[in-house]
């Protein structure tokens, strides 16, 4: 599939529910792709990408930087607390603030710095064990906490179980962010991004349905 045809389908459901295709961040989800592949993309005009690593970024996005204008990173998967300052000072949203304790440090470094990514909250709706989120019953307490910091957090952010229907917990991240005054929702991926549209995803994450299948073993 090319990054045309994702275009083509996020704008076909967001006809089909009544809105505007701009109000949809496709999120081209870079990690683990070889730089050809990502410079390609590039070519094609897109420039709003996801990383799931800070040291992965940090070794790939400065040089893009200098070719292409316009480059927005977003950084999607579980940051470390003592990687923090590195992942505001590369990316322009930060999706996985899922602790008090990486709260309190973005905070400070905030402060420091003069400068903050946007936020979004990530939320274990499946409530999984081995995942990272705040709890769906600790999601207000969280970001009353985050406001109290000064944090700029936009929205929420989920990756519903892989066995289960993901329109139940795209509704519910929904219903959380509804009742917190959050008009941002990361949510949808290759799979089921038209379903997140429906329930109104305003960022969705695309990785392998546009560059590719990843060959991890060739990265390790």
Known sequence: MSLTEIQTRISAACTRV????????LIAVSKVQPNERVQAVLEQGHRVFGENKVQEAAGKWPEF???FDGVELHLIGPLQTNKARQ???LAQAIHAVDRPKLATT???LAQETGNCPELFVQVNTGEEAQ?????????DGFLAECRT????VVGLMCIPPV???PSLHFAL??????????SGLSMGMSGDFEQAIALGATHIRVGSAIFGERDYAATA
Do not use: C, H, Y
């Not at 009544?18 to 961040?25: C, H, I, K, N, S």
């Not at 995942?131 to 999601?139: M, N």
């Not at 910091?149 to 700029?152: G, I, K, N």
């Open 131 to 139: 995942k990272a989120g705040v709890l769906p019953s600790d999601a």
């Open 65 to 67: 930087r200098d070719q």
């Open 149 to 152: 910091l000064d944090l700029p």
């Open 18 to 25: 009544g809105r505007d295709a701009a109000d949809v961040t």
């Open 106 to 108: 973005i905070a400070r």
């Open 163 to 165: 066995f289960e229907e």
């Open 87 to 89: 992942a505001m000072s």
């Open 173 to 182: 991240l929904a219903k959380i962010a509804e009742r917190n005054g959050l």
